[in-house]
């Protein structure tokens, strides 16, 4: 089965680091490119951050750029985006989800969409 | 950043009926490759969201042919041909052309 298991939200204080991950299952890592998604209590999707297969390429939203990190790990079929200087408006909850290609963007390249969402992972980022 | 838009924001359906849903570029999402950078997600209630169109009108695998996609450039439009009451939850359009890659704000679908 096709699986994206997030682990490591939780509850922290503004200024604070955080590490998510993201274990995947069922299918060849290395052949797809990922994303990050959040979406904040009762609100819409905000995109993060994506990673093409091989790390090769990397983007962030304006709002977490120089504060957030994403990285993967072939080896151990992971994600991770790691969180520092957290906000009070991080909070939310972080999807792992999967891009139907190798690149998470690049211009004019095929794009089938964003085919496989693991169930999150929260962040509540409070005093 | 490119700027999306949908309407309307709530859409109450009956089962049975066709509904309609709309969404907005601030840009053209038409590449020069002759591909528009328009996707699709539902997100049903108390779950994470699904991909049901790419390429504005190209159906991903395992959604229902009920479900359509059309539209070119700047507007877009999801048809549910007959809803059903699994249909239920909120629909979000998303761009693809640039990054940083950006969604509408939502539309959401309940039963009248």
């Known amino acids: 089965e096709v699986q994206l298991v997030e682990s490591g939200g939780g509850l922290v204080q503004p200024g604070r680091s955080l590490r998510l991950s993201c274990a995947a299952s069922g299918f060849t890592f290395d052949d797809y490119a990922f994303h990050w998604v959040r979406q904040p209590p009762g609100k819409g999707l905000e995109w993060v951050s994506g990673i093409d297969w091989n790390s090769g390429g990397v983007g962030y939203a304006d709002s977490v750029k120089g504060r957030f990190t994403i990285s993967r790990d072939g080896a151990k079929n992971s994600l991770y985006l790691q969180m520092n200087r957290l906000r009070v408006e991080d909070t939310a909850l972080y999807y792992c989800v999967r891009d139907t290609g190798p690149y998470y963007f690049i211009s004019g390249i095929v794009h089938y969409g964003m085919d496989v969402w693991g169930q999150g992972t929260t962040v509540i980022v409070s005093s | 950043d490119i700027l999306m838009t949908q309407s309307p924001l709530s859409l109450p359906v009956t089962p049975g009926e066709p509904a309609s849903i709309s969404c907005r570029s601030n840009?053209?999402?038409?590449?020069?490759?002759?591909?528009?950078?328009l996707d699709w997600y539902l997100q049903k209630p108390g779950q994470s969201p699904q991909l049901l169109i790419y390429?504005?009108?190209s159906r991903a695998s395992g959604v229902p042919d009920r479900f359509s996609g059309s539209g070119s450039g700047t507007d877009f439009t999801l048809k549910i041909s007959r809803v059903e009451a699994e249909d239920v939850g909120v629909y979000y359009c998303?761009?693809?052309?640039?990054?940083?890659?950006?969604f509408g704000p939502g539309t959401k679908v309940d039963m009248k």
């Open positions: 998303m761009q693809a052309l640039q990054t940083p890659l950006t």
């Open positions: 840009q053209s999402l038409l590449h020069s490759n002759g591909y528009n950078y």
């Open positions: 390429f504005s009108s």
